[in-house]
């Protein structure tokens, strides 16, 4: 449900943008609904930027929470500002304050523009949002919705107003709805690489989460128009990861860390996947990408094991009615001592539970952090219903002592919920 109060101030801001104009009328609107609509404009493009900033990792928690909670400080502000505007008609100054009165308690949700770049990748999607406290229902969001999609039938050419719908229908998780809103924004934006990859995803959600067929044709239009747009990159990755075209995945995935800050969480991310790429490339027996996915000579059977920890992965009882077939199994190893970035990382589905695995240098994450060059490790595993690389609250998740390289039969028992 995180994704779903993400998108509260994208209802906001199209409501307040679509539904307060009509209500102050004549000599109020410049000053009134003018200053708030250009006020909630700004303000929505500062969080936008600011959300983006935190995905690359150019901005920390701690700097992220403490500007978004300014912004929201300065919008709030602004809105009981302008609507304390004298000399404006009481019905239009009444109906706008009831209206406005909503920012308060969504405004905290204004991020939503750009959303966690985490859920493009295989598994997608999930939600990168902190938990917030909820203080207003789903049945509220779904008026404004509604209100928004009313209004939007008398401004049939209003493209903003179409993005605004489909995300927040995509949010409360109507993707049809959604799908036919970017559809619509489309169709009047044209040549949009943003708007195309956004229409994308909807679409495969619709289709049960399978960007094959339509959702991908849209993904390469995109990636025509803007070959670096990093949400259709890493769509178009999904696309070829999902079915078992694991060079092409990487190909694409590597064209993001062009761009992607070399440090952020995003960028370990992106490497998580790669390499569960290149791992099933070399399973499969196909040569992964060139680049970081380069495949190596093979090392004899008795040095590769020395340089491997394998074992099995189980589910307390306790916990076992909480996973789904479908959800991702993370496995990793990390160095005991030092950076808790996984030096090794597999993939599976939970439906593979209790799960046998191996952890070597071909499941590396990158090459300067290596299995092999550490004496012990500690192994852990995570399920995610989102299948975000990047732990997320409610995961559910164990780890092993610290064991040395080289050892076999660690088990690993995942008995606790990721806080």
């Known amino acids: 449900m995180t994704a779903f109060w993400i998108v509260a101030t994208l209802l906001i801001a199209g409501t307040l943008l679509l539904l307060l104009r009509p209500l102050v009328r004549r000599h109020t609107r410049a000053a009134s609904v003018s200053r708030k609509a250009t006020n909630i404009a700004v303000y929505r493009d500062?969080?936008?930027?600011?959300?983006?900033?935190?995905?690359?990792?150019?901005?920390?928690?701690?700097?992220?929470?403490?500007?978004?909670?300014?912004i929201e400080r300065r919008l709030l502000e602004d809105v009981r500002d302008a609507d304390e505007t004298p000399h404006s008609g009481a019905a239009g100054r009444n109906a706008a304050v009831v209206i406005g009165a909503a920012v308060p308690v969504i405004a905290f949700a204004?991020?939503?523009?750009?959303?966690?770049?985490?859920?493009?990748?295989?598994?997608?999607p999930?939600?990168?949002?902190?938990?917030?406290?909820?203080?207003?229902?789903?049945?509220?969001?779904?008026?404004?919705?509604?209100?928004?999609?009313?209004?939007?039938?008398?401004?049939?050419?209003?493209?903003?107003?179409?993005?605004?719908?489909?995300?927040?229908?995509?949010?409360?998780?109507?993707?049809?709805?959604?799908?036919?809103?970017?559809?619509?924004?489309?169709?009047?934006?044209?040549?949009?690489?943003?708007?195309l990859a956004d229409y994308a995803d909807a679409l495969a959600m619709a289709q049960g989460r399978s960007l094959q067929g339509e959702p991908e044709k849209i993904v390469q239009r995109a990636l025509a128009i803007d070959p670096q747009n990093v949400k259709a990159l890493a769509l178009a990755g999904t696309a070829a990861f999902d079915r078992k075209d694991?060079?092409?995945?990487?190909?694409?995935?590597?064209?993001?860390?062009?761009?992607?800050?070399?440090?952020?969480?995003?960028?370990?991310?992106?490497?998580?996947?790669?390499?569960?790429?290149?791992?099933l490339a070399q399973q499969a027996g196909a040569t992964p990408a060139a680049g970081t996915g380069a495949k190596k000579p093979a090392e004899p059977a008795s040095t590769s094991a020395a340089k491997a920890v394998s074992g099995v992965v189980q589910v307390a009882p306790a916990l076992?009615?909480?996973?789904?077939?479908?959800?991702?199994?993370?496995?990793?190893?990390?160095?005991?001592?030092?950076?808790?970035?996984?030096?090794?990382?597999?993939?599976?589905?939970?439906?593979?539970?209790?799960?046998?695995?191996?952890?070597?240098?071909?499941?590396a994450m990158t090459e300067a952090m290596k299995l092999s060059a550490q004496e012990r490790v500690v192994v852990g595993a995570r399920i995610s219903k989102g299948g975000n690389a990047t732990p997320q609250p409610g995961d559910l998740e164990g780890v092993s002592g610290p064991v040395v390289v080289g050892a076999s039969g660690v088990t690993v028992v995942i008995d606790a919920e990721t806080k």
């Open 46 to 70: 500062q969080l936008r930027e600011l959300e983006q900033d935190y995905a690359a990792g150019t901005v920390n928690r701690e700097g992220y929470e403490e500007t978004r909670r300014e």
């Open 110 to 124: 204004l991020y939503f523009a750009v959303g966690s770049f985490e859920s493009l990748l295989p598994g997608r």
């Open 126 to 195: 999930g939600a990168g949002a902190e938990q917030a406290s909820h203080s207003i229902s789903e049945e509220q969001i779904r008026e404004l919705t509604g209100r928004l999609a009313a209004r939007l039938e008398q401004e049939p050419d209003n493209i903003e107003g179409w993005v605004m719908l489909g995300r927040s229908y995509a949010a409360l998780g109507e993707f049809d709805k959604a799908a036919r809103a970017y559809g619509t924004a489309v169709a009047r934006a044209g040549n949009d690489a943003a708007l």
């Open 246 to 279: 694991y060079a092409i995945a990487v190909k694409y995935w590597e064209r993001i860390l062009e761009v992607a800050p070399e440090n952020s969480e995003f960028a370990q991310s992106v490497r998580s996947s790669i390499a569960e790429a290149q791992h």
């Open 320 to 363: 076992a009615s909480r996973v789904s077939p479908g959800d991702t199994v993370f496995v990793y190893a990390r160095a005991v001592e030092g950076p808790r970035m996984p030096l090794a990382i597999v993939r599976a589905q939970a439906k593979d539970l209790p799960l046998k695995f191996t952890l070597d240098d071909r499941s």
